[in-house]
């Protein structure tokens, strides 16, 4: 007898091999959904949130630094290369529109400080700018009152500014860091010839005062450990924001565009085309791995020079860690200079009670100082000094780790008109030691 439906026709082949041809297709967009889905994932981090001291000295110096009266003035008036000569009346008459501000600063010194956390990479900062200023105007005063022969309050003056450099970084980013040396320094460059007017009383004060203020130092360590929530908030925003993605790895793309459209930011497709080849939750391993031993690397000593880790190799993290190359040298530099200083006015303060200066340093403590600091570009060790006719030679090994015997860094080819003492300045690459009142910048 014969079928009349043939089960293994051509027509039921057909059926059978679009039905395998659906089913793969099923199969292939299931996971090229779960690839997407992965791809796409914002991975999970814990990103903690502070807490702010209350009152917070920070609120104070905010509230100070926006009431600075003649801003611009004080700015081209106060620098080591003022812009803008005044007469004594005159530059006194700008400290004396500010003794308002200046008394409300010393108000918030009473307190503990902490910077509000920055947690977005949209997050602005617009009082570190108006902290400089603060640090100016602190300069100012304390020139003026040199102009007059009050050197201790002159000294007092510029211990404000490094005591409101020194707290900046607390709780804050690399961006609030770098401002608190910027201030740093800002007080502490013009005290240096100063230190040899005060009495034995006085030096001895602005020492004491001096080590209270390097005892509340923020390690560059903490300053990176901020800086590292900061950059995972920035990751998480960019993995949510294709367009912004873009615009990070092509700037100059974003640039084109605008001239051409308006349109600030490359397209959005270009960001996703990046997160299919490229995975989140790689990227932001990477992140934190390199920035978790960087933290280690910094909480160690500077003269170990212990290296870097390499750098992650995908574009977003070469783009976010390029900013940290040459930062903890500034930061070293800066607490060696607060040291030097310190030792400087107890060596002072000893000459002035002995007739002569001490064949050591250890004759220092604990009378002068209850304990010798260490070199922060040492490996491990006080600074080296030693007496040189009826004055002396005090110095830090410098950035290259080595005892040079008190030869300054020093490079002829970086002084410049306006500034002849660049050629002082000292970079992670200098040669040479950095000798007290010498290498002051």
């Given amino acids: 007898m014969q079928n009349s439906s043939n089960s ?10 679009l039905i395998c041809l659906a089913m793969v297709g099923v199969m292939l967009a299931g996971i090229l959904g779960l690839w997407w889905k992965a791809a796409m994932r914002t991975p999970m981090v814990d990103i903690p949130i502070a807490t702010l001291p209350n009152p917070n000295a920070f609120d104070f110096y905010v509230k100070a630094s926006n009431a600075i009266v003649s801003d611009q003035e004080i700015g081209k008036a106060s620098g080591t290369q003022p812009t803008l000569v005044l007469s004594l009346a005159q530059r006194e008459a700008l400290v004396q529109q500010n003794l308002g501000t200046i008394s409300t600063l010393h108000q918030g010194f009473a307190y503990p400080y902490a910077s509000p956390e920055a947690r977005s990479m949209y997050t602005q900062f617009p009082y570190f700018a108006k902290f400089r200023g603060m640090a100016r105007l602190l300069s100012l005063q304390g020139k003026v009152r040199s102009d007059k022969g009050d050197w201790s309050g002159a000294v007092e003056s510029y211990l404000d500014a490094v005591q409101l450099g020194e707290e900046i970084p607390h709780g804050s980013t690399l961006i609030g860091y770098l401002v608190g040396v910027a201030c ?88 996703v085309l990046f997160y299919l080849t490229h ?37 977003i993290n070469e783009v976010m860690l390029s900013a940290f190359s040459q930062a903890q040298m500034k930061e070293v530099n800066s607490e060696t200079q607060n040291r030097l200083l310190l030792m400087m006015l107890a060596l002072h303060a000893y000459q002035l009670e002995h007739g002569r200066y001490p064949a050591s340093l250890h004759e ?38 080595k005892d040079d015997g008190g030869t300054p860094i020093d490079d002829p080819s970086k002084a410049t008109s306006s500034n002849p003492n660049a050629r002082y300045r000292i970079n992670d690459n200098s040669v040479g030691d950095i000798v007290a009142g010498k290498n002051i910048y």
Avoid at 8 to 17: E, H
Avoid at 188 to 211: C, E, F, I, K, Y
Avoid at 296 to 312: C, E, T, V
């Fill in 184 to 271: 740093q320094s800002i007080g502490r460059r013009p005290m240096w010839g100063v230190v040899d007017h005060l009495n034995a009383a006085q030096s001895r004060a602005a020492a004491t005062r001096l080590v209270s203020v390097i005892d509340h130092h923020f390690s560059f360590a903490d300053t990176m450990q901020e800086e590292k929530w900061l950059g995972q908030s920035t990751l998480i925003e960019l993995f949510n924001s294709p367009k912004e993605t873009a615009a990070v790895l092509n700037p100059d793309a974003g640039k084109d565009l605008a001239n051409a459209t308006g349109n600030g930011s490359p397209p959005a497709f270009a960001g």
């Fill in 364 to 401: 220092l403590a604990p009378t002068y100082l209850q304990k010798l600091p260490n070199d922060p570009f040492a490996a491990q060790g006080t600074f080296l000094y030693r007496v040189q006719g009826k004055s002396y030679v005090l110095y830090s090994v410098g950035p290259d780790g």
């Fill in 8 to 17: 293994y026709g051509p027509g039921s082949t057909r059926r059978t091999a």
């Fill in 279 to 315: 995975s989140k939750s790689r990227i932001m391993h990477d992140y934190t791995i390199w920035m978790d031993k960087s933290i280690q690397i910094a909480r160690q000593p500077y003269g170990l020079h212990l290296s870097s880790p390499p750098l992650p190799t995908d574009p």
